[in-house]
Nanobody, 119 residues
Framework: QVQLVESGGGLVQAGGSLRLSCAASGRFFRINDMGWYRQAPGKQRELVAAITSGVTNYADSVKGRFTISRDNAKHTVYLQMNSLKPEDTAVYYC??????????????WGKGTLVTVSS
């Protein structure tokens, strides 16, 4: 089993910044992809940013404002969010695609952290 624990959410004014962190723990062989998704009230969960072997991918709505990074030694992924907008308000979920000790591919999710951007 793998656990993902997110931190760093909160309330911020428009134009402000927040940094989310997500640390993976447990037994696994390797973590492949790590990423952040978000779900706003009444909307579907959407990809915000992902990182695989140093290659990053961003939703168009956050390009130039958000930066995803990863510390492989700490099994941690970060999301630096700048120039936040009220429409960024959502629950942010960490995702990790893991190869377990039996070499099976598994998908794990954190419980989510709420980001609220006030206008």
């Amino acid at each position: 089993q793998v656990q993902l624990v997110e931190s760093g959410g909160g309330l911020v004014q428009a134009g402000g910044s927040l940094r989310l962190s997500c640390a993976a723990s447990g037994r696994f062989f390797r973590i492949n992809d790590m990423g952040w998704y978000r779900q706003a009230p009444g909307k579907q969960r959407e990809l915000v940013a992902a990182i695989t072997s140093g290659v990053t991918n961003y939703a168009d709505s956050v390009k130039g404002r958000f930066t995803i990074s990863r510390d492989n030694a700490k099994h941690t992924v970060y999301l630096q969010m700048n120039s936040l907008k009220p429409e960024d308000t959502a629950v942010y979920y960490c995702n990790a695609r893991v190869v377990d000790v039996l070499f099976h591919g598994m998908d794990y999710w954190g419980k989510g952290t709420l980001v609220t951007v006030s206008s």
